[in-house]
């Protein structure tokens, strides 16, 4: 550091500095390359000329940030890119360097983790923001620490070192960022089993969220120690008493109490002050034999063994929790090694060697459903969410392979999980499939997962995936996946539906050529290429009939009709309206199984009633009323992802297919007397109904009617819909 630098800030800052300064070039020096020195010496240097003249809202010079959070990843062994890394951190964010500067200064390693770790700012044109700048700033930084876990450490740092600095911040800014790491940043840690991290955010959040019942928390604590301190040393000096009889070598026996960051959810008094007592040995079997001797001595509380050295959890956890009755209490006991206390507390980061592949390693499991997440653009921070803060399952399978996956989850996301063909087949499971001397029991592909079991997938070739499958999964990996399959069947359906329509209209003109032919002749080829189509493109406009295919083939003369006396008949004007829609394309609908239908949600249209079309994507054909409020209230939906195209209803008034009619209600009195009297007034009978109160004002019908034709269900449903009770009615 510079004199001149130097005296810009005070004396105690100026101190901070050194040491700081001292402690990251020790350490680097030490752990780090030749190769690594130079670019810390450059990294200081840059922070330094680049942050100079910035503050923090506390008054401290801002370049103390990027260097505590770098000396917080030296105490944590992190490898010395990583120190330099954390030193950029907001160097992009912050200043006027570029990504471009990073890269040619320092390698594009630190160019995409500095880049990965900065926020996505507002863009100054309205039009270029496609999603919520949060939403992609997580997005940008998911795939940053999917592809080098080091990134997260990073962030996890500078996010404790801005939660320990934020006294000096705005009280709604405390708020907004106390908020988001208690949901983001205090889950990620727990999950990479980061206990004093995840338990020293807490606390902050705690503190800067609820100030006056933190306070009071931390008088109850003291209070509630001070009242049961002889009983805890009894109850301490009891199992010491117990192992040192049996002649047992152990390092400590300590009570665990109730820590502040556990009351952040809580508002009322705390009820007692001990979680119960560790019991520290040193490897093991050791861990086995404490077991023994205190289920020797005391009275154990039936079902709550539990071995996490065997089968540590998801987090990383290991050791053995059992409870037992102490002092007339029941009390909590846990064992562990001091390798396993330390990893507990600290993850990985308490015995990593330094390589970045064992890093990755160790975090797999986790990384690899962020991954999911981190490559799926419609992910969005409530996926993120959900993930980080749920409860997580762990299941096997039939080689033995550990997966992981969110509390819900569902055999579908077991076979999603493991291979992507594998999920979009799937029709069930065979549980525990290698147990001897059992029956396999199948399950289907929407039942939960339960943790300890092992499966074996069933897949039927025939079976593809469904929107419906999404009400079936709980991982983003599932969901990104089924839409995609989804979406690409559409497409296929689409366009082989094109490719049927032309197919047999060249075959009623005569022409001898198949498809596959036509479609390469010069002529055409010439004619696509005029309009800016694809031979996919044109395949999937003519099946949605979106382009007219009668103007298409006049304007370009790719039918020679004077050449065929038979085409020269075929050639009015009625067969043209019949065959191609005429100029005006107008879509049938003759079936509402259509794989090119889709019935809108919003407003449920049933044959019978006036619609609208609209082209969705190029995909499918959305059906709507005609007087659906969304399409009134929303001009601008029909400029972008919807076309509109002329439709009406095709379908047969002989045909009778039973119908399944669902209405959402508010419930009260009656209401299922007034739903069945006009059912039955309409002369149709009820197969079955039943009803599921969703809350106190609130339920849901479900009637199944006997066949009836398309326009006696219709009738039916205009009863309906007007009822005043009736908020959303579907079949």
């Known amino acids: 550091m510079s004199r001149s630098k130097q005296t810009n800030i005070s004396a105690s800052d100026r101190a901070l500095v050194t040491d700081l300064d001292k402690q990251i070039r020790s350490y680097v020096h030490e752990y780090g390359t030749r190769k690594d020195s130079e670019l810390l010496d450059q990294a200081i240097s ?142 990620i840690a727990e999950r990479l089993g980061l206990t004093q991290i995840c ?90 034999q404490a077991l023994g001797i205190v289920h020797t001595n005391y009275y154990v509380i039936p079902l709550k063994i539990r071995d996490y050295i065997s089968n540590p959890l998801w987090n ?52 690899s459903q962020l991954d999911q997440m981190a490559g799926d653009k419609d992910v969005r921070m409530l996926d993120v969410m959900s993930y980080v803060q749920s409860d997580q399952v762990q299941v096997y399978s039939p080689e ?17 999980g493991i291979h992507t063909e594998l999920g979009n087949h799937c029709i069930g499971a065979l549980v525990n499939p290698s147990s001897v001397g059992t029956t396999k029991k199948r399950v289907p592909r929407e039942r939960q997962l339960f943790t300890g079991e092992a499966l074996q997938i069933i897949t039927d070739k025939g079976v593809h995936p469904k929107e419906e499958w999404l009400n079936q999964v709980k991982t983003a990996k599932s969901r990104s996946q089924i839409k995609r399959a989804v979406e690409q069947q559409k497409v296929l359906n689409v366009r082989n539906s094109g490719r049927a329509l032309l197919e047999r209209k060249l075959r009623e003109k005569g022409e001898e050529l198949s498809v596959e032919k036509w479609i390469k002749s010069m002529m055409v080829k010439s004619a696509l290429k005029a309009e ?108 972008s992802r919807l076309i509109p195209i002329d439709v009406s209803w095709n379908i047969s008034k002989k045909i009778s297919r039973s119908h399944v009619i669902h209405l959402h209600v508010i419930d009260g009195t009656g209401i299922l007397f007034q739903i069945t009297k006009i059912i039955k007034d309409a002369g149709v009978a009820i ?17 199944k009617l006997e066949p009836v034709s398309w326009p006696v269900f219709h009738k039916i449903v205009e009863k309906l819909r007007p009822l005043k009770f009736v908020k959303k009615i579907w079949e």
């Open 316 to 367: 990383g956890y290991e050791g053995i929790q059992t409870e037992l009755r102490m002092e007339g209490e029941q009390t909590l006991i846990e064992i562990v090694s001091e390798e396993m206390l330390t990893k507990n507390q600290y993850g990985i980061m308490a015995h990593w060697s330094g390589s970045p592949t064992e890093l990755a390693d160790y975090y797999r499991i986790y990384l």
């Open 400 to 416: 033995g392979d550990m997966l992981v996956f969110p509390q819900g989850s569902t055999v579908l996301d077991f076979a999603y």
């Open 46 to 187: 840059d922070i330094w000329q680049y942050h100079e003249n910035q503050k923090r809202k506390s008054g401290q010079p801002f370049i103390i940030h990027p260097l505590r959070v770098a000396s917080y990843i030296c105490r944590a062994g992190l490898d010395a890119p990583t120190v330099v890394a954390a030193l950029l951190h907001d160097i992009i964010e912050d200043t006027s360097i570029t990504h471009e500067d990073i890269n040619e200064r320092y390698g594009s390693w630190y160019a995409d983790i500095v880049t990965g770790l900065t926020k996505i700012k507002k863009p100054e044109s309205p039009e270029n923001l496609t999603v919520d700048n949060l939403d992609a700033t997580y997005q940008r930084m998911l795939k940053t620490m999917v592809q080098d876990v080091r990134a997260l450490f990073i962030k996890l740092f500078d996010r404790l070192d801005n939660m320990r600095d934020m006294d000096a911040m705005p009280r709604d800014k405390q708020r907004r960022i106390s908020l988001e790491t208690l949901n983001i940043y205090v889950p």
């Open 199 to 288: 338990q020293e955010h807490t606390e902050l959040c705690f503190k800067l969220l609820y100030p006056k019942r933190y306070q009071k928390t931390l008088i109850e604590i003291d209070d509630l120690k001070k009242d049961r301190i002889s009983t805890i040393k009894a109850m301490k000096d009891s199992l010491q008493n117990n192992l040192e009889k049996q002649k047992f070598a152990y390092h400590n026996v300590e009570p665990l109490y109730v820590h502040p960051s556990s009351r952040i959810q809580e508002s009322g008094p705390i009820d007692h002050i001990l979680e119960g007592f560790r019991i520290v040995v040193k490897n093991s079997l050791d861990c086995f």
């Open 532 to 639: 800016n189509l694809t031979a996919n493109q044109f395949f999937q406009e003519i099946g949605l009939q979106k382009r007219p295919l009668q103007q298409f083939l006049r304007k370009y003369k790719l039918l020679h009709f004077e050449s065929s006396g038979r085409l020269k008949k075929m050639i009015r004007p009625e067969f043209w309206g019949n065959v191609f829609g005429g100029d005006k394309n107008i879509f049938l609908i003759d079936d509402v199984q259509n794989p090119l239908i889709r019935l809108a949600n919003c407003c449920f249209p049933i044959p019978g009633d006036k619609i609208l079309g609209f082209i969705h994507d190029d995909k499918e054909i959305e059906i709507h009323l005609a007087d659906c409020p969304k399409i009134i209230n929303n001009k601008k939906l029909t400029q």
């Open 687 to 703: 197969i079955y109904s039943e009803s599921a109160e969703k809350n106190k004002k609130e339920a849901d019908i479900l009637i």
